[in-house]
């Protein structure tokens, strides 16, 4: 393969079990090709119609085989030979790596195991593997190597965060607002536009206030389901995933609905689990809520393959005559910096001077989960542990009483090794367990490192709800044009006015030098917490893309219509059709109110 369009490509080695032998296992993930075509299909099993891309124009297309032989892109190898397959599935449905469905090849060979079990798998059809007993067992177990794995869950992260911050694309948002136009013009019933129909809100509504606002996160305590009274602790921004990168402030608003009841306010708890000790929060009470300030500082020397970082934030509140506590909870994951600088390639030695664990400690053994892939690094040069006789091996044991799990190493990369241990049955939430890990060389050089461990519960599934899709789509003289947070003291909005983060977008009317400008405000609070949203129903990049080119499209369309409808038949003052004077701040209401509407349609 062509090391150009590699993102990570390593080998494992598992045992199923004493009795069966082991496997290797080859993963391989590309890199990002260019913008693919993307197709409406059904998925199998799918609860809605989802955007995927073609499978047949994909960074992995030219290493499957022909659609027709099932684009297998796991393979299972006997000798050499190819007897098994699954497809992309396999990625998407077992090992829940979404965004890497169509950029990862997974190779296993079972030369392994023991001859008696290969022939149990090979009985029948030497085409495809017999499911019985040992096909099952077999299947469990690359998905328990995989499912966990470090690397693989930092490129998923990587691809979420990319549709995270996908942004429109210029011609799409175009050719759907042409549409829009060209569609009003033809079936319009008269020539002239009519007035401007306000709607009914109120300004209150318009502004967005807290006492609109209701979110109250509860996790792993069905009891908490059942009808409680107010007050309810309001976090704002109101996104479940709050995304920090090194060196940036997030700052967060605590507040309670109704927001009189902040006066009852006694005393506020907040934890960080796991903890993050690099992780600065900075509390702030005032007179109607709280501020909280985010910041992770990184350390020196941070392998970049670390990231991302997750974790949860709990806040409880205590408010004087309730006796239950009030909490808010939100997802917490740290990415790496936008433009990280390159680090240099490790200085590999002959005589190697150092082994280390590099996951952060201790590490999390879920009951019943995946296996764990725990990082460790040394400065010896690959070669020194490679070969059917190495110079340097690597061992492990568990110090825990009674617990003896199957552990493996992989084959080092760059200095780089991973330690594979199966989670042993018969653990609960709260053991704690011990690991010896030792590098020995010749002459009895011996490098000695330990790692802790603890058992918890696995996270709950998240429920998946379905998003009713919106439709419908001349040609007119405009320029469209996008406005950020960091842009918005460079431009005004609505003529005398700063941008704020509830403007979803303006008109400049156009002058002798330049159109009619559309603008949109790609950071609204609505649409961050929208967009937050598909992702966190793991939609495919083609799907967020083309729901966010529908509201762009929708939001230019009502600008552009807000214009004409601004202009005096036959004039050029500003007025609604009818003589009456179109005041900025009422278009400003106006929009957004559109706006809003159009997002709760998108997410209903």
Known sequence: MDSGKVGIDKSLSSELNHAYGHISIRVVVLQKSAKNSPVTITPEGGEEKETLVDEGNTPVSSYLEEPKHGRQCAVFLVNGQRQHGWDNTFIQRDLEFKYLRNRMIVIVDVDGLKQEVISRLMQGSRQQFYEGEVYETLRSRVIATLKADPDLERLEAEAEEEVYELKSGDEAVKKALDRLIEEHNNKAIRKTEGSLESGNISDEDVGGSLDSSEKVVVKEEPEEGEKGN????????????????????KQLTLTSQPLSDWRNFESLDLKVEPEIKELSVIQNTLSQGATIDLKYNEPENWDNDEYPIEANLRILAKFSEKDELRMVERRIIISPPVKHPPKPPPVLLEEPTYFKVLSRQPINFYEGGPDVHVKLQWDGKDYLAAGEKPIWSFEAKCTSEGVSPSMTF?????????????????????????????????????????????????????????ITKTGGQRRSPYELKYINKENYQDETCWGATQWTENDPGCFQEPTPTAPLTLIINEDMNELESYREKLIEKRLAESTVEERKTKYVSHIAFHLYQMYKSSKKEGGNGEGNGNGSELKPEDMRKEIRRVAITLLKLMET
């Open 410 to 466: 992989s084959k080092p990369r760059d200095g780089k090794i991973e330690l594979l241990i199966q989670v042993p049955n018969g653990l609960t939430a709260g053991d704690k367990l011990g690991f010896e890990v030792a590098a020995i060389g010749p002459n009895g050089r011996l490098f000695l490192t330990t790692i802790d461990g603890e058992v918890v519960k696995p996270p709950e599934p998240r429920r998946i709800e379905a």
């Open 230 to 249: 107010e007050p309810v602790l309001i976090l704002i921004p109101d996104s479940y995933t709050i995304r920090l990168r090194p060196d940036d402030t």
